[in-house]
Nanobody, 124 residues
Framework: QSQFVESGGGLVQPGGSLRLSCVFS????????IGWFRQAPGKEREGLLC????????TNADSVKGRFTMSRDNAKKTVYLQMNSLKPEDTGVYYC?????????????????WGQGTQVTVSA
Protein backbone atom coordinates (compact mmCIF):
# COMPACT_ATOMS: atom_id res chain seq x y z
CA GLN A 1 0.00 0.00 0.00
CA SER A 2 1.34 3.40 -0.99
CA GLN A 3 1.98 5.82 1.80
CA PHE A 4 4.11 8.71 2.89
CA VAL A 5 7.11 8.86 5.19
CA GLU A 6 7.47 12.16 7.00
CA SER A 7 10.71 13.46 8.49
CA GLY A 8 12.39 16.61 9.72
CA GLY A 9 10.52 17.20 12.94
CA GLY A 10 12.14 17.99 16.25
CA LEU A 11 12.40 20.46 19.09
CA VAL A 12 12.74 24.10 18.12
CA GLN A 13 12.58 27.36 20.02
CA PRO A 14 9.83 29.88 19.39
CA GLY A 15 10.70 32.00 16.40
CA GLY A 16 12.76 29.25 14.84
CA SER A 17 12.31 27.35 11.58
CA LEU A 18 12.00 23.76 10.46
CA ARG A 19 11.70 22.10 7.09
CA LEU A 20 9.67 18.92 6.95
CA SER A 21 9.91 16.39 4.14
CA CYS A 22 7.45 13.78 3.03
CA VAL A 23 8.41 11.01 0.61
CA PHE A 24 5.79 8.96 -1.24
CA SER A 25 6.32 5.23 -1.66
CA UNK A 26 3.84 4.69 -4.50
CA UNK A 27 4.65 4.35 -8.17
CA UNK A 28 2.68 7.37 -9.33
CA UNK A 29 2.98 10.68 -7.56
CA UNK A 30 2.28 13.55 -9.91
CA UNK A 31 -1.43 12.79 -10.26
CA UNK A 32 -2.12 13.59 -6.61
CA UNK A 33 -2.77 16.75 -4.70
CA ILE A 34 -0.81 16.55 -1.46
CA GLY A 35 -1.82 18.04 1.85
CA TRP A 36 0.02 18.79 5.08
CA PHE A 37 -1.91 18.23 8.28
CA ARG A 38 -1.29 18.80 11.95
CA GLN A 39 -2.67 17.12 15.02
CA ALA A 40 -2.05 19.05 18.19
CA PRO A 41 -2.32 17.33 21.58
CA GLY A 42 -5.96 16.75 22.44
CA LYS A 43 -7.23 18.18 19.17
CA GLU A 44 -8.52 16.85 15.90
CA ARG A 45 -6.30 16.63 12.87
CA GLU A 46 -6.51 19.80 10.78
CA GLY A 47 -5.55 20.56 7.21
CA LEU A 48 -2.89 23.26 6.86
CA LEU A 49 -1.79 23.54 3.25
CA CYS A 50 -2.26 21.66 0.03
CA UNK A 51 -0.41 21.64 -3.28
CA UNK A 52 -2.12 20.62 -6.50
CA UNK A 53 -0.62 18.74 -9.42
CA UNK A 54 0.44 21.98 -11.11
CA UNK A 55 2.27 23.23 -8.03
CA UNK A 56 -0.31 25.75 -6.89
CA UNK A 57 -0.80 25.91 -3.14
CA UNK A 58 -3.82 26.51 -0.97
CA THR A 59 -4.13 27.16 2.72
CA ASN A 60 -7.26 27.25 4.81
CA ALA A 61 -5.49 27.67 8.11
CA ASP A 62 -5.22 31.33 9.06
CA SER A 63 -2.82 30.38 11.84
CA VAL A 64 -0.06 29.44 9.37
CA LYS A 65 -0.60 31.97 6.60
CA GLY A 66 2.53 33.98 5.95
CA ARG A 67 4.66 31.57 7.98
CA PHE A 68 4.34 28.13 6.34
CA THR A 69 4.90 27.29 2.69
CA MET A 70 4.96 24.01 0.84
CA SER A 71 6.50 22.76 -2.36
CA ARG A 72 6.78 19.53 -4.28
CA ASP A 73 9.46 17.74 -6.28
CA ASN A 74 7.73 15.21 -8.52
CA ALA A 75 11.01 13.62 -9.61
CA LYS A 76 11.79 12.79 -5.98
CA LYS A 77 8.14 12.05 -5.08
CA THR A 78 8.60 14.44 -2.20
CA VAL A 79 6.76 17.38 -0.71
CA TYR A 80 8.24 19.88 1.71
CA LEU A 81 6.82 22.09 4.41
CA GLN A 82 8.89 25.13 5.31
CA MET A 83 7.84 26.46 8.70
CA ASN A 84 9.11 29.84 9.85
CA SER A 85 8.44 31.98 12.91
CA LEU A 86 7.30 28.93 14.81
CA LYS A 87 5.06 29.34 17.83
CA PRO A 88 4.32 27.01 20.74
CA GLU A 89 0.84 26.47 19.30
CA ASP A 90 2.46 24.90 16.24
CA THR A 91 3.38 21.93 18.39
CA GLY A 92 1.92 18.67 17.15
CA VAL A 93 2.37 15.72 14.87
CA TYR A 94 2.60 16.67 11.22
CA TYR A 95 1.35 14.40 8.48
CA CYS A 96 1.04 14.47 4.73
CA UNK A 97 -1.53 12.67 2.63
CA UNK A 98 -2.77 12.54 -0.95
CA UNK A 99 -5.94 12.79 -2.93
CA UNK A 100 -6.91 12.73 -6.57
CA UNK A 101 -8.54 15.91 -7.70
CA UNK A 102 -8.33 19.43 -6.32
CA UNK A 103 -7.20 20.42 -2.85
CA UNK A 104 -10.72 21.61 -2.03
CA UNK A 105 -11.18 22.17 1.73
CA UNK A 106 -8.09 20.15 2.76
CA UNK A 107 -10.35 17.98 4.89
CA UNK A 108 -8.53 14.96 6.36
CA UNK A 109 -11.39 12.62 5.43
CA UNK A 110 -10.80 13.37 1.74
CA UNK A 111 -7.15 12.31 1.82
CA UNK A 112 -5.40 8.95 2.03
CA UNK A 113 -2.03 7.19 2.11
CA TRP A 114 -1.23 8.62 5.51
CA GLY A 115 2.22 8.26 6.99
CA GLN A 116 3.18 7.91 10.64
CA GLY A 117 3.80 11.62 11.04
CA THR A 118 6.70 13.57 12.48
CA GLN A 119 6.63 15.31 15.84
CA VAL A 120 7.27 19.05 16.03
CA THR A 121 7.68 20.64 19.43
CA VAL A 122 8.05 24.39 19.78
CA SER A 123 9.26 25.29 23.22
CA ALA A 124 11.79 27.43 24.97
Amino acid sequence: QSQFVESGGGLVQPGGSLRLSCVFSGLVFDVYAIGWFRQAPGKEREGLLCINIRGGTTTNADSVKGRFTMSRDNAKKTVYLQMNSLKPEDTGVYYCAARRGPCAQIAPAQFGSWGQGTQVTVSA
